[in-house]
């Protein structure tokens, strides 16, 4: 039997998928996993620190029973990338056979893994705000641009606030949206650009209380996306409403770890699980008044969705990738 597999690039990953493909991609697989449609385990972390590599990657497995796509993603954080010029986070994407565990294709999953971490507030803030009119990033990074991207495909916005510990960073970033239909306000702390605002979206690799309950206003949103603490425990235990992606990596990862630990937050404790209300088994914000706290980990099973759907967009567009026998 042929064994060949595809391999593929950035440049063909990103000709290909469009943030559109990404988020509808992302809702779908939301939408599935709610239904009972998608397997998927928790990510596993290999931390090589201890053996002296600087380092860290998850594993993250997947089958997307609705495109019957099977596939793992690799990613990890690399302390010694930036040096090197690589970006801190890097990602591949395997896709299977289901039926017999052949490599159908390896993928370049930066991009990948880009679009569907920003597709994810995206989608979120749509079911979640009660208002979008003034949004403030707290960290201003690539992960941040993403957010901020998806976003603006589905959301209605008047105001972004920036907040990071860099001004040229923020120049950056606000120079990547040079037709932007919203303005910009550069905050010179983070409770100025909390203050009023929202949606509050944590995008760091900080591990810090960088959002105080006082400044988080009736009807707020705020959202981290961080894999450390970002907010102070209070912006969590005084929320009215705990919104997570999925249940069982949140009380192990994130924002409210800690909590966790501590007794303080349990599986019962989360009030909206997006995947359930996508499904319809469940209703996302109620009241215009209620502060919610969202915590967005990030599944492999969007990685792995995406992939599958490049593939059958290549398909479609009658285009062969570079292959390899894996016979050989």
């Keep these: 039997m042929e064994q060949k597999a595809f391999v593929i690039g950035e440049e063909t990953v990103k000709k290909y998928l469009t943030p559109e493909d990404v988020i509808d991609c992302v809702e779908k697989t939301w939408r599935w996993y709610g239904e009972g449609k998608v397997i998927m385990p928790n990510k596993i972390t290999t931390d090589m620190s201890e053996l ?25 954080g690399y302390d010694g990338n930036r040096a090197l010029g690589l970006p801190f986070i890097k990602a591949n994407v395997l896709i299977t056979d289901s039926r017999t565990g052949i490599l159908r294709a390896l993928i370049s999953g930066d991009y990948i893994n880009d679009m569907r971490t920003g597709a994810q507030p995206a989608i979120m803030t749509k079911l979640l705000a009660s208002k979008t009119d003034v949004i403030t990033f707290i960290g201003t990074g690539l992960m941040a641009y993403t957010s901020l991207l998806c976003m603006s495909k589905v959301l209605d916005m008047k105001e972004i606030r920036l907040c990071d510990i860099s001004d040229e960073a923020k120049d950056r970033f606000i120079a990547r949206f040079p037709d932007a239909p919203f303005k910009f306000v550069k905050c010179a702390s983070n409770e100025e650009g909390c203050r009023g605002a929202d949606v509050i979206i944590t995008v760091t690799n900080a591990n810090a209380n960088l959002v105080e309950e006082p400044w988080v206003k009736k009807g ?105 026998d894996m016979t050989k």
């Design 220 to 324: 707020a949103l705020v959202m981290t996306m961080g894999s450390f603490r970002e907010t102070s425990f209070d912006v969590v235990r005084k929320a009215d409403k705990i919104a997570v992606d999925q249940v069982g990596q949140s009380l192990h990862r994130g924002n409210v770890k800690e909590l966790a630990e501590m007794g303080e937050i349990t599986a019962d404790s989360f009030d909206i699980i997006i995947p359930d209300v996508l499904a319809g088994k469940a209703q996302a914000r109620t009241n215009p008044d209620d502060r919610i706290y969202a915590q967005i980990i990030g599944t492999g099973m969007l990685d792995v969705a995406v992939g599958g759907l490049l593939l059958e967009k290549l398909a479609a567009a009658g285009v062969t990738p570079a292959q390899f």
């Design 52 to 76: 002296g590599v600087p380092g860290w990657f998850n594993s993250m497995p997947a089958y997307i029973g609705p495109m019957d796509v099977a596939g793992i993603k690799v990613v990890g």
